[in-house]
């Protein structure tokens, strides 16, 4: 592997501009240096922004699995691939070779095959942070099946629809979930979600937590027992460039998840290459991100990025604050930890703790710590700094989203000067643009618009799974020609972008996408709820809470107030799962609405945050007076 590091400042711009200038001959070098492939590719790239259509690497045939495991086998067989750290500190902590890995993937891969799956069928795994995730994932990938990792904190209904929108032939799942005190049942969810999946033919299942579980005659097989039977031999799978490699479903601001639909050659490329980059990663690292798998971060931040790099992976099963609020540190300190990568979320959530859970451990260790999945406010990006990196380490906020497949804007450790709550410049191939809501592109610096980019990089989503349409309408319409990323940013005065936050109507809490729609939607169903919206409001901790607007039916009315809200959470936890559950709930007799029936959000945002000073020209609405209503009802 040639070394594609970027070493300073000078040394980035310059790399920048090559990238820009001619981006097929700079893609072409890295993917031609760095990984091993069966056959070269015809072209880097071809793409049509306008109809959403991007190839990469065209005719390359390649198998990630070759790229992350069999080539280090002759350099570092020996050298641990992933580190995993249970739940419970007590229970101990494994170290999985990669040449441990390579078997363990072979022989799972043989399990699946031998359940009849084969290249191009869709694999939905529902497990938790477990080696077997890991594990699973990349024998499918090995295969040539498409996974779709379904996030364990899921509801049965949200995996079902997961299941039926890609026909998933197999689930693989496990006994039970540990998280923190708890253990959760994941067998009965996915047995719930399996009554209305037709197109399951079978259901694997990893022992975890012993807990019983019913199994089904002919359908439901333990997958300890199918794979001590197993070959360790296994011939991989010959991939095109553009053949999938997995779908991963992210909410949209209306409608049903979006199956994301990433593919083989250019996903490894982008993945390996920001990994090594944004983290600065250097061979006797111990890098860590404390993301779910279940999660974009988790595909290309905990699996595929650090392994494409012969990187030592940490898998954590476990919370932030179980046993105690020092967990992280405990982590760190255990492992020896080099790279930190985590949330927003749990930063606030552990800068409220006393620092002396920090200060006690060793964290001398670390070189770089990053964040991910929302803004960081500035209190947080410090607390950061200061009591976990002190001083010392670099901190890499990376913008970035499931449809980016890699980091998009970040600062490069030791290389981009950092500056609080900025996710500074754009990684090598990658163009940011800003535009105005009349569609044009805003020049200069000290500006602010509509987050869109101009060129394709290889490890952009290539579709929607099987709505084409929908991922041309999403992404391409907009602002024609051009990527719109849904966020909104800033530029500022030497250039650097800081993100601002959805333009749209997805809100971010804890980390997570949460569209309205889908949440609106569940209220609605509650028999005594006539109509229904969900706007954001800040919160300490999660980034953003829910704050629903609720008109009941008639028949709702005279029902006890707090029984209905817990009825309404309840929905909400059973169709999309408890993260999507509101914090607070008002009961009002109108929304206030434009002449055409547009629910104005902005202004029930205002009300949500307790901003009454400027609601604008609301004598506009159809029904002005249900502003004052709602208004002194705020809870
Ligand atoms: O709004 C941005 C926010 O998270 C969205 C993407 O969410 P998701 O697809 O779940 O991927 C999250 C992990 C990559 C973006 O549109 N976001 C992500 N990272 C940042 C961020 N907002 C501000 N700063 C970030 N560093």
Not at 297 to 314: K, Q
């Amino acid at each position: 592997m040639r070394n594609y590091l970027i070493e300073d400042l000078p040394h980035y711009f310059e790399e920048y501009k090559k990238s820009i200038k001619n981006p097929k001959k700079f893609w072409d070098k890295i993917a031609d240096q760095n990984f091993v492939w069966y056959q070269r590719w015809s072209k880097v790239v071809k793409y049509d922004m306008n109809e959403a259509k991007i190839t990469w690497f065209k005719n390359a045939k390649l198998n990630i699995t070759k790229n992350c495991i069999d080539r280090h086998l002759a350099v570092r067989g020996e050298k641990t691939a992933i580190i995993w750290e249970p739940n419970d500190p007590k229970e101990q902590a494994q170290h999985i070779s990669y040449n441990e890995l390579y078997t363990r993937v072979n022989k799972t891969a043989n399990v699946l095959r031998e359940m009849g799956i084969e290249k191009g069928d869709r694999v939905c795994i529902y497990l938790p942070m477990i080696p077997e995730l890991a594990i699973t994932m990349l024998a499918c990938a090995k295969l040539g099946a498409v996974h779709s990792v379904i996030f364990a904190g899921f509801s049965a209904s949200a995996v079902a629809s997961r299941v039926n929108d890609c026909n998933a032939k197999m689930i693989i799942t496990s006994d039970g979930s540990y998280r923190g005190n708890k253990v959760l049942d994941l067998k009965s969810i996915v047995d719930e979600a399996s009554e209305k999946t037709p197109s399951v033919e079978s259901i694997l299942v990893v022992k975890r937590t012993h807990n019983e579980i019913k199994m089904k005659e002919g359908r439901d097989h333990w997958m300890a027992d199918l794979y001590e039977k197993a070959s360790a031999d296994f011939v991989t799978v010959i991939m095109d460039a553009e053949d999938p490699l997995f779908i991963l479903y992210t909410s949209g601001s209306t409608g049903k998840p979006k199956g994301m639909l990433h593919t083989s050659a250019g996903y490894m490329v982008y993945t390996a290459y920001t990994f090594k980059n944004v983290f600065n990663y250097k061979e006797n690292d111990i890098y860590w991100c404390t993301a779910d798998i279940g999660w974009i971060t988790g595909h290309s931040y905990i699996l595929y990025g650090p392994l494409l790099n012969g990187a030592t992976t940490v898998i954590f099963e476990g919370v932030p604050t179980y046993p105690e609020p020092d967990r992280f540190w405990e982590v760190i300190e255990k492992h020896k930890i080099t790279q930190f990568y985590t949330a927003p979320t749990a930063i606030r959530s552990l800068a409220k703790e006393s620092s002396e859970w920090v200060d006690k451990h060793d964290l001398s260790t670390l070189k770089v710590i990053g964040s991910v999945g929302e803004p960081i406010n500035e209190e947080a990006w410090h607390w950061f700094n200061d009591h976990v990196g002190k001083k010392k380490c670099p901190v890499v906020d990376t913008w970035w989203q499931t449809e980016t497949g890699g980091i998009m804007i970040s600062p490069l450790p030791f290389v981009t000067p950092t500056k609080p709550t900025y996710a500074t410049l754009p990684l090598p191939g990658i163009q940011p643009v800003l535009m105005d809501d009349k569609r044009n592109e805003i020049t200069g610096n000290q500006v602010t618009g509509n987050l869109c980019i101009r060129f394709p990089w290889p490890g952009i989503a290539r579709t929607i799974w099987g709505d084409h349409q929908r991922y041309k309408e999403t992404y391409f319409s907009a602002f024609p020609g051009k990527y719109f990323t849904g966020d909104g940013a800033l530029r500022d005065e030497v250039g650097y972008y800081r993100i601002t936050g959805r333009v749209d109507d997805v809100i971010i809490v804890s980390g997570h996408n949460l569209g309205t729609a889908p949440i609106e939607d569940s209220i609605n169903e509650h028999p005594a709820v006539a109509e229904s919206a969900i706007v954001g409001y800040p919160h300490d901790i999660k980034g953003n809470a829910l704050y629903g607007f609720v008109i009941l039916k008639e028949t709702g009315e005279g029902r006890d107030k707090e029984n209905l809200k817990k009825e309404i959470n309840q929905l909400i936890s059973d169709q999309i799962g408890p993260i999507a559950k509101l914090d607070k709930i008002q009961f009002v007799s109108g929304l206030p609405k434009t002449r055409s029936g547009k629910i104005m959000r902005r202004i029930l945002r205002k009300i949500a945050e307790g901003d009454f000073s400027n609601f604008g020209d609301i004598s506009t609405l159809l029904n002005p007076e249900i502003v004052e209503e709602i208004k002194n009802e705020r809870i």
